[in-house]
């Protein structure tokens, strides 16, 4: 018999929801049933687009909302959206930037950015969630890590830092929410054929960093939206405080 997720009702907020690897897990959740709450970075011009969008396609339980998390008023506006919805169920924080530079060459401005977009709003994020999951006892949140926050390699600090500090995030919360029925995890993809993947990594890199992966290739955006959509639903009722590589095997070489 097959098994089936089923999220109808539940309303879940995926943040870098319109691209990558959170346009897929928001595809997945969508097809599981779920109303969606997806941010993006992107001009408001090109959000009221995708939102028309979804509109003309009869879609009417996604909704696309502009957020900068480095700008505090834009967040300030963020959580005062979020206060005009009942419930949400379930949440991914998924957005993220990176900057590549060796330690002695890292612009602290660049850092900071890591900082505010890959650990700052998740923790704002989670803060917020959490005081609504535990009044409702109950809640889902999936933290998007990344094998960096594993291993590490030359260049790497500034990505590094923040995607183990997330990982912290997810062990400490998940500690703290447990008795509420809200589960905390983390999921670190490996290389992922994203659309910057794509239009980033030169052929040359690409096969050498293919090479090294025991799989001997690169992950799907679908195959890590797979995972989220498992932990936030209601097939996973005591896997909490947990950190999954879905690498292929890499962080093991």
């Given amino acids: 018999m097959a098994i089936t997720i089923d999220l109808t009702g539940k309303t879940a907020l995926i943040t870098g929801g319109t691209m990558g690897i959170g346009a897929a897990i928001g595809h997945e959740l969508h097809r599981a049933g779920a109303n969606l709450i997806l941010t993006g970075v992107e001009e408001q011009e090109q959000i009221?687009?995708?939102?028309?969008?979804?509109?003309?396609?009869?879609?009417?339980?996604i909704q696309y909302v502009r957020v900068n998390f480095v700008d505090q008023d834009s967040i300030n506006s963020f959580f005062d959206f979020l206060d005009t919805k009942t419930k949400i169920d379930i949440c991914v924080n998924n957005a993220g930037t990176n900057r590549n530079n060796p330690i002695d060459k890292i612009n602290e401005s660049d850092y900071d950015l890591l900082l505010k977009v890959n650990l700052k709003a998740p923790f704002l994020i989670t803060r917020y969630l959490s005081k609504r999951m535990k009044e409702a006892n109950?809640?889902?949140?999936?933290?998007?890590?990344?094998?960096?926050?594993?291993?590490?390699?030359?260049?790497?600090?500034?990505?590094?830092?923040?995607?183990?500090?997330?990982?912290?995030?997810?062990?400490?919360?998940?500690?703290?929410?447990?008795?509420?029925?809200?589960?905390?995890?983390?999921?670190?993809?490996?290389?992922?054929?994203?659309?910057?993947?794509?239009?980033?990594?030169?052929?040359?890199?690409?096969?050498?960093?293919?090479?090294?992966?025991?799989?001997?290739?690169?992950?799907?955006?679908?195959?890590?939206?797979?995972?989220?959509?498992?932990?936030?639903?209601?097939?996973?009722?005591?896997?909490?405080?947990?950190?999954?590589?879905?690498?292929?095997?890499?962080?093991?070489?």
């Avoid at 690169?218 to 936030?232: D, G, M, N, S, T």
Wanted: cysteine-free; aromatic content about 8%.
């Fill in 48 to 61: 009221d687009r995708f939102n028309e969008e979804v509109l003309k396609r009869g879609i009417s339980n």
């Fill in 138 to 253: 109950y809640g889902r949140i999936v933290n998007i890590a990344s094998i960096w926050g594993i291993k590490s390699r030359a260049g790497r600090a500034s990505y590094t830092i923040t995607k183990s500090g997330i990982i912290g995030l997810t062990k400490t919360s998940s500690i703290e929410l447990a008795p509420f029925n809200v589960l905390v995890n983390a999921v670190s993809p490996g290389f992922t054929m994203t659309e910057l993947t794509m239009k980033t990594l030169p052929e040359k890199e690409f096969n050498e960093l293919k090479a090294i992966v025991p799989a001997q290739r690169f992950a799907q955006p679908e195959e890590i939206a797979k995972l989220v959509l498992f932990l936030v639903s209601d097939l996973n009722t005591y896997i909490t405080g947990q950190n999954i590589a879905i690498d292929g095997g890499f962080t093991n070489v």
